[in-house]
């Protein structure tokens, strides 16, 4: 059965989907497989005039799986874990705590920006996002980053304390800066690291199966330019980090050429990856070998799969047409060996006749003689 959508299903998409494109390259980054990374995120965003969707909201997420969505509307977190039955997060500390928190921080330097730009009237987006990574056991990753009107103002490395200020508006004096360190150190860090750990040990069915990749190679005519797009497609895996090359030859191909190459969810709660090149016909006679190589935390070693272009079309005509002269060469031949060969075959069936009559003839003659004697 189909489940109804409601309005905060919508909202939460559009959260996700609302998030800078800058923000998510590195809240997304791919890292290498080797080793098994979780992470935890959170986020949020606050809408500055008449929308229909809620002043604030937050989407908490574990390996980029939507797992809780809190809404300033009905104002209480709402699980997006459907795989569990009658689930509560009444015991979870961030329930109250952190969204009160996350929702102070982000109001002192959104009416900020507000000022600064004079945005009094209009629609105005402010949207941050925390994340932490668990590796081997340890966060080996936490960063924060801010967005205003989608375009990304400020990053902070809570490991390495390092800040980047994209904007002049965002330079903090040193006591603010002192006081924000502290509190992600030793608040913000010790608290995604045990939220984290909960998620993955009562969810670790969901959150820590691994699906392994399907990968193919596939091509098809481009419409308007007539070159033949060569496209390697994994699909149907989980966790969502995978890493993906296509090689002409065995050498990479470098990215300037290639189009696509962003992870998108499947209706299963798997995901998907496709990374295409465009070949020309000069390169398709050139016969190189494509190789689609994947590597996933579900496997081993990495998927190969390999392509090799066709001959062109001109090339198959000229073959079948050089093949259909000599099938008939081949029949004209056999036809003249057959003809030659039935001649001869006649001139000796007449032989023995011939030889036959002159002998009964002799024969006959003999006894004629011997009588009259």
């Given amino acids: 059965m189909l489940r109804r959508r409601t309005s905060r299903d919508t909202v939460s998409s559009i959260i996700i989907m609302k998030v800078p494109t800058v923000v998510l390259s590195i809240l997304c980054s791919v890292h290498l497989v080797s080793t098994e990374t979780h992470s935890l995120s959170m986020r949020a965003t606050l809408i500055y005039g008449e929308t229909p969707f809620p002043e604030f909201s937050l989407v908490v997420l574990v390996n980029d799986v939507p797992v809780e ?34 929702y102070n921080a982000m109001k002192v330097p959104s009416l900020f920006l507000r000022r600064h ?25 936490f960063f924060i980053t801010s967005a205003y009107d989608r375009e990304e103002k400020y990053q902070y490395d809570v490991l390495t304390q390092a800040q980047n200020t994209l904007g002049p508006e965002f330079v903090w004096n040193k006591i603010f800066m002192e006081a924000k360190k502290l509190r992600c150190s030793y608040v913000y860090k010790p608290l995604f690291e045990e939220i984290l750990r909960r998620y993955l040990q009562e969810d670790k069915n969901i959150l820590l199966r691994k699906e392994r990749p399907r990968v193919r190679v596939i091509q098809k005519t481009e419409p308007h330019s007539g070159r033949t797009q060569v496209s390697c497609v994994a699909t149907g895996f989980y966790p969502r980090r ?16 290639l189009t696509g190459g962003e992870v998108l969810p499947n209706g299963d709660g798997t995901y998907q990856l496709r990374r295409s090149l465009s070949v020309s016909e000069e390169e398709l006679r050139e016969r190189h070998r494509y190789t689609c190589t994947v590597s ?26 050089l093949i259909a002269v000599l099938v008939l060469a081949a029949l004209i031949i056999t036809a003249i060996v057959l003809c030659r060969k039935r001649r001869h075959t006649g001139f000796k069936n007449l ?23």
Avoid at 242 to 248: A, F
Avoid at 296 to 321: C, F, G, M, Q, R
Avoid at 365 to 370: A, K, S
Wanted: hydrophobic share 35%; aromatic share 10%.
């Fill in 69 to 102: 969505y809190y809404d300033s509307d009905i104002k209480k977190f709402v699980s997006r874990r459907h795989w569990r039955v009658n689930d509560t997060i009444e015991e979870f500390r961030f329930r109250n705590f952190m969204v009160e928190e996350i």
């Fill in 117 to 141: 730009f004079n945005h009094t009237e209009g629609l105005h987006i402010y949207q941050g996002v925390a994340a932490c990574d668990l590796e081997d056991n340890k966060v080996n990753r």
């Fill in 242 to 257: 995978i890493n993906m090359t296509l090689l002409r030859d065995d050498r990479p191909v470098p990215d300037r050429e």
């Fill in 296 to 321: 996933h935390l579900s496997v081993d070693n990495k998927l190969d799969v390999n392509w090799e272009p066709e001959a062109p079309a001109h090339t198959v005509l000229i073959s079948a047409v």
């Fill in 351 to 373: 032989c023995p006749s011939v030889a036959g009559v002159k002998y009964a003839a002799a024969q006959s003659e003999y006894h004629t003689c011997v009588n009259v004697h």
